[in-house]
């Protein structure tokens, strides 16, 4: 690259992190510079409805980095203040909205993404808990040019990530995003210097993933102990997997298998704090997983 190539970075949860350290320690040996962070606005949260910060807000006040969180991306001063930036190029995690196209194509080079799979397998919202489900061996990151479509844009990379036994949702995809952030450099420079060219996917094979809600995680125990048992996995910490004790809300937080049979391992009656098992059937002397399926 002849000149400094000017990032905008776009992300909000905590496993994007690590793509947006990447970015900013390989700034020197790459040219280029992170001059703008595009992140969600503040929420509010728990029972207290608290106000907190996205983790990447609060990444770059703590390491004085630009940043913008809008309550809405179709204010025109948002895109007001991302064309005074003048990026080059727009680099998006996971933000969590709908991000209007005026602002991914600002950028010269437009806008590349990150997708916790290997498109065009699990396209959507919801691929890392859908290969969990699914009972995969492994997983991946796609980076990607972003297109008019949802993740169908063409790929500029793809490297394959593991999925171990015990993996949930939470572990599996920081360690995606990890993966991602130590092959993006290179990448970036690779697309931005035209020696890597964009592979068109084959969008026929699309069958997209869908949006979780709370009501996503109650368990249906005709499924059988084995599916299950990657529900609690693929759908920790959030929905979580859940069934009715007692006509209370059960959160089973974690199980495992023996024999095929599931054998929960911490669980969370509603109103009650999370309890190993053993200590959970102190309290329950009935409680059995049959109990649960009648």
Do not use: C
């Not at 970036?188 to 969008?203: A, E, H």
């Amino acid at each position: 690259m002849n000149s400094e190539l000017r990032i905008l970075f776009i992300g909000t949860p905590p496993f994007t992190i690590p793509v947006l350290e990447s970015l900013l320690a390989a700034s020197p040996h790459h040219e280029w510079k992170v001059v703008g962070i595009l992140t969600q606005e503040d929420k509010k949260v728990g029972r207290k409805q608290d106000v907190a910060s996205s983790p990447i807000k609060l990444f770059a006040q703590k390491h004085a980095l630009p940043y913008l969180d809008p309550q809405s991306l179709r204010d025109p001063r948002v895109f007001a203040d991302i064309q005074k930036l003048s990026p080059d190029i727009a680099v998006m995690t996971a933000y969590s909205k709908k991000i209007p196209r005026s602002i991914l194509s600002l950028p010269k080079f437009q806008t590349i993404g990150i997708h916790p799979s290997l498109l065009p397998k699990y396209p959507g919202i919801s691929p890392v808990q859908s290969a969990i489900l699914a009972g995969e061996a492994e997983t991946g990151i796609t980076i990607f040019k972003l297109d008019e479509g949802f993740d169908s844009g063409p790929i500029l990379h793809q490297e394959t990530v593991t999925i171990e036994q015990n993996d949930t949702f939470q572990s599996l995809v920081r360690k995606q995003y990890l993966k991602a952030s130590e092959v993006l450099p290179d990448v970036l420079t690779g697309y931005v210097s035209g020696t890597i060219k964009p592979v068109v996917q084959d969008t026929r094979q699309f069958i997209y993933t869908q949006k979780l809600t709370r009501d996503s995680g109650k368990i249906d125990w005709s499924k059988g102990d084995t599916y299950i048992e990657r529900m609690i996995r693929a759908f920790y910490p959030w929905p979580g997997a859940w069934t009715l004790w007692k006509d209370k809300r059960l959160k089973i937080i974690s199980a495992h298998l023996e024999n095929d049979k599931l054998v929960p391992d911490m669980l969370q009656l509603e109103g009650s704090k999370a309890l190993p098992f053993e200590a959970f059937i102190r309290g329950q002397r009935d409680f059995s997983v049959d109990a649960l399926k009648n």
